[in-house]
């Protein structure tokens, strides 16, 4: 959804919610889920940290995973009296020489909108074909309505889509969803009709909230009274919560502030570098500045982490361990900032030309009313000054996990040119950057955001009893994460020829098996017809700009 530059965070969660994408169609796609499933021969890279190990054979009965066979050794053929037995009416995968890891999660997925022109099915499918399984909804900005009725869909799986948890944003109109979970103890009384400004209100929608089957709230910030109150009611209903702290409020709430009232993730970064004010309590902006005025806004925000105690200083491990014990997630999103330190590589991926709609290549465009679009005059001075910030961003990050944090994989795809799902995959590539090792980055993108979802008994690892959520890739992730990308990775092979990749060649979702290479291919075809339809010859991942 495409917004335009506002001064409050009330109305930012307000419009966002207005318009909405068409909805996802009936599922075509993918087989299954089979009376009994066996993937066989292949090397498990499991989301709790354990090394690879290989050969085993998964057997998935319906959609619930029932045995994991270590069937043999490296190099050694498998004996066949060894193998689970396939039943009647059973479907086998041969898997040997390839890599099965748990579904993704992608804990900050906004599910497209009007102004970028992204259906559903375009989004879903660009997932799922990354492997991600499982999306985190921050915002339900196509209303909390379609993205409930969307969420039961996928979970009777009459849509091709992974699983949806529903997070509205703190304030957004609820009126209009029917209430779905009984309580006699919890009548709603009215709702607000303008923005939240007292305790009463805030539990008031929250409570409402609840009732009509939301997972949890995003919030962007509030008065100290409001945040306190809605994040107690929040967190005694049993809800997950996520943050934005934005700037607008976070100079008295920061993410130590939410931290302590039971948000359970910081999304992005910002409120954590204010919570290391050691010199100032208020972001230093220069006497010129304009919130409303994007390119301001993202300049300085690239000064924010330079402000803040240093690494490994007195204040800066103080922050760190108080949200470690107090279990918060972070939720980095590397990725959707990548084009502020690099603008020229986020234009110019390999993706765009054949999976970027040229609605949404025209939504990414520079403009002054249009959020994440804010390349008014963006340089060299302001690209060094955000990878310094990184620098620092990351140190942090890494050193959370390091010292037993919990650090999740979140894309916010749809703005700044990053796509969905090819942007996940950046996402991966960014932690390792930070200083994740491979098996840390698989596990930042699986049981991580199952235990934050407080999904870690469904999902995250592949174990028995869990539910058949799996990709199987025919190179070795851990090897070169570039090998999960749609696109591929470039490979010279022994005979001399450049080749690409083929990316995941399954992703697997309630044991349902979904060709990763045909849905890419579906979506092709939809920019391509797109393309058509708009007349258009030139390519939108190079720009003709004059």
Known sequence: MKIVSLTTAFLIQTIVCLAQITPAPNRIEGEGPFPQLIIRGATL????????????????????????ANVGFPGVAIDPDKRPILIAGGKEIDAEGKYVLPGFIDMHGHIGGESQGTPAEYVFKLWLAHGVTTVRDPSAGNGLKWVLDHKKKSEANTITAPRIKAYTSFGQNIENVPIAIASSKREVTELSKGPITNEEEARSWVRANYQRGADGIKFFGASPEVMKAALDENKKLGLGSACH??????????????AEAGLTSLEHWYGLPESMFTQQVVQNYPVNYNYSNEQDRFTEAGRLWEQAAPPYSEKWNEVMNHLIALDFTLDPTF???????????????????????????????????????????????????????????????????????RVTTGSDSGFIYQ??????????????????NPLEVIR??????????????????????KLADLVIVEENPLANLKVLYGTGAIKLTDQNKIIRTKGIQFTIKDGIIFDSQSLLNDVRNMVLAAKKENGELVNPGYPNWK
């Open 419 to 436: 796509l969905y799902g090819f942007a996940y995959i950046r996402e991966l590539e960014l932690l390792r950057e930070a200083g994740f």
């Open 444 to 465: 930042a993108a699986t049981l991580m955001g199952a235990e934050a979802l407080g999904m870690s008994d469904q999902i995250g690892t592949i174990e028995i009893g």
């Open 335 to 405: 990725n959707i900032y990548e084009a502020n330190r690099d603008l020229m590589r986020s234009i110019n991926a390999d993706w765009h030309r054949d999976y970027t709609l040229p609605s949404l290549w025209k939504f990414y465009e520079p403009s002054k009313i249009s959020h994440g679009s804010y390349w008014h005059y963006w340089g060299t001075e302001e690209e060094v000054t955000w990878k310094k910030n990184y620098q620092l961003w990351m140190t942090f990050v890494n050193e959370y996990k390091n010292r037993g944090g």
């Open 45 to 68: 890279i499991n989301g709790n940290g354990a090394p690879p190990m290989g050969p085993v054979d998964i057997v998935i009965e319906k959609n619930k995973i029932v045995k994991i």
């Open 245 to 258: 702290h934005a700037q607008l409020n976070v100079g008295w709430w920061n993410a130590v502030n939410s």
